[in-house]
């Protein structure tokens, strides 16, 4: 069995910064992919950033240049990095790593105020 938990959501203004982590327990032998999605409301699920075990990252067009994801495998942890936020990255975010199959965590809610 496998549980994520993320934190480091919250309310932040315009401009400002957050830093979201997901640390993975259970039954762990490696893990490949981690990432990062995102919902909000009256939208679907979209990928924001993805790492894999190389460190090669993958981001979605709204979040160049202003997030960055990375990874711990020690910790079995990913972490995002969100600067100059903006009111339209308000959502739940979800941490989700690829360990035989995609795990993902509960969600924590980011909310980006003007």
Do not use: H
């Amino acid at each position: 069995q496998v549980q994520l938990v993320e934190s480091g959501g919250g309310l932040v203004q315009a401009g400002g910064s957050l830093r979201l982590s997901c640390t993975a327990s259970g039954s762990i032998f490696s893990i490949n992919a981690m990432g990062w999605y995102r919902q909000a409301p009256g939208k679907q699920r979209e990928l924001v950033a993805t790492i894999t075990r190389g460190r090669n990252t993958n981001y979605g067009d709204s979040v160049k240049g202003r997030f960055t994801i990375s990874r711990d495998d020690a910790k079995n942890t990913v972490y995002l990095q969100m600067n100059s936020l903006k009111p339209e990255d308000t959502a739940v975010y979800y941490c989700c790593m690829t360990i035989r199959r995609d795990y993902w965590g509960q969600g924590t809610q980011v909310t980006v105020s003007s």
